[in-house]
């Protein structure tokens, strides 16, 4: 079983207010990933990192940050929620060395209702 | 740009009625095709990796394999425990080694 672990699983949380959704793997994976799912919809990756101080962003265009200070730790903040940001938010990671991507372990994700 | 279509959108089989789930791509250079499998209101499980096309790989109920143009899914005699959604994934050479572009899915109904 994938050891990332994202947490809260549910929030509400109130227009204009910061979240930082934590996300924390023990695989000790080089490669981490931030995607945002809508019911019914693919998932869009929105962030990645390649390894400690390395961050991009995805495909899809998104408001949020991410950093990577500890290989194990990769949160993701909203400075000003808003309800726009309502989604499911899963976290992955994957091993392998190269710049190729390998099979990603998904975290349980985090489901934000921005009202 | 990459594309990838999942048929059927949704499948409803008797227990032991076995099928087959689709996955169609467009993509410049395939790397891999990744098989997950999604529970309500939970991450994507990784099930299957394929590389080159003739390629197959079983586990349990399910076997995966690939063509140069899709990949297949087989379940055969399916169980309830097998309902879930099912996600195909590709990636490929053309925009950067990060991109890995997902279906959206099919989602399967086991009935006993």
């Known amino acids: 079983e994938a050891d990332i672990y994202q947490t809260p699983r549910y929030l509400v949380i109130g227009t204009g207010k910061k979240i930082t959704l934590e996300c924390s793997q023990t695989m000790g994976h080089d490669k981490m990933y931030w995607y945002q799912q809508d019911p019914g919809m693919e998932l869009h990756l929105i962030h990645y990192s390649y390894g400690v101080n390395s961050t991009e962003k995805g495909d899809l265009s998104s408001e949020s940050t991410v950093s990577r200070i500890r290989t194990e730790h990769f949160p993701l903040t909203l400075e000003s929620a808003r309800p726009s940001h309502t989604s499911q938010y899963l976290c992955?990671?994957?091993?392998?060395?190269?710049?190729?991507?390998?099979?990603?372990?998904f975290g349980q994700g985090t489901r934000l209702t921005v009202v | 740009e990459d594309q990838v279509t999942q048929s059927p959108e949704a499948l409803r089989l008797q227990e032991g009625e076995s099928s087959s789930l689709n996955c169609s791509y467009t993509v410049s250079g395939l790397r891999g095709l990744f098989w997950y499998r999604q529970d309500p209101g939970k991450g994507p499980e990784f099930l299957f990796t394929l590389y080159s096309a003739g390629e197959e790989k079983e586990k349990e109920r399910l076997k995966a394999t690939l063509t140069k143009k899709e990949s297949f899914l087989h379940i055969t005699a399916p169980k309830p425990e097998d309902s879930a959604t099912y996600l195909c994934a590709v990636q490929s050479n053309s925009g950067g080694y990060q991109k890995v572009t997902f279906g959206t899915g099919t989602k399967l109904q086991v009935i006993p």
């Open positions: 992955a990671s994957s091993a392998g060395a190269g710049i190729w991507v390998t099979e990603a372990f």
